[in-house]
């Protein structure tokens, strides 16, 4: 678990994946995502839903992962998805 990851999907389809040290998820979340985003031309009002690795993975790096998707969720209306990372395998 050396990295956090961000991706974007059109249906099937991987857009998109931007990837950065876990160690640094806490600062560095909001630009990597506001990037990613603005590389597709896409807000996230746009979102159909928004999908969250569930786990496994390091407490605090999961821990703010979920805390600023959730807000997301709830500030644009959006489904929240939970995906198991081992059973996504």
Not at 33 to 55: V, Y
Not at 57 to 74: K, M, W
């Amino acid at each position: 678990y050396n990295d956090a990851q961000w991706g974007i999907f059109r249906d099937d389809t991987l857009l998109e994946v931007m990837c950065d040290e876990s160690k640094r998820i806490s600062k560095n979340f909001l630009p990597l995502l506001d990037t990613l985003l603005k590389n597709q031309k896409i807000s996230l009002s746009e979102l159909s839903f928004i999908g969250a690795h569930q786990g496994p993975a390091p407490f605090t790096t999961l821990r703010v992962c979920l805390t600023s998707i959730n807000g997301f969720a709830f500030a644009t209306h959006k489904p929240l998805v939970g995906i198991n990372g081992l059973e996504s395998l």
